[in-house]
């Protein structure tokens, strides 16, 4: 293969993983916040998506009125049968979770 046809088959393959977004995924407008993905992963199990579900306990995340501060330390201790995130999240994402738990509210 000549070097001008390879580097146009190149080109093409290179263009066409862009165009058919072959990024990395991080489009904000494209993907679900990484809060949202923490917090189907780890909690709509017992919170339910919308916040409501209250499975084992959990409470109503879609009627709280618990201030951020309050949330961010649950979530990072635990309460219940809710198990701590501290060691599995940052400070950062905890806070994060707070602020889409806060989302879920009505």
């Known amino acids: 293969?000549?070097?001008a046809l390879y580097t146009i088959a190149a080109s093409a393959v290179l263009l066409s993983l862009f165009a058919c977004g072959g990024g990395n995924g991080t489009n904000s407008a494209q993907s679900e916040s990484s809060a949202?993905?923490?917090y189907k992963n780890e909690c709509s199990s017992c919170?339910?998506?919308s916040g409501n579900l209250m499975m084992g306990g959990a409470?109503?995340?879609?009627k709280s009125v618990i201030p951020r501060d309050e949330a961010v330390a649950i979530i990072s201790g635990g309460k219940g049968m809710m198990p701590p995130f501290k060691?599995?999240?940052?400070a950062q994402e905890i806070n994060e979770l707070?602020?889409?738990a806060e989302s879920l509210r009505k």
């Open 1 to 3: 293969m000549s070097k």
């Open 59 to 62: 409470k109503d995340l879609s």
């Open 98 to 100: 707070a602020v889409y």
């Open 47 to 49: 919170h339910g998506r």
């Open 36 to 38: 949202a993905v923490h």
């Open 87 to 90: 060691d599995k999240f940052t």
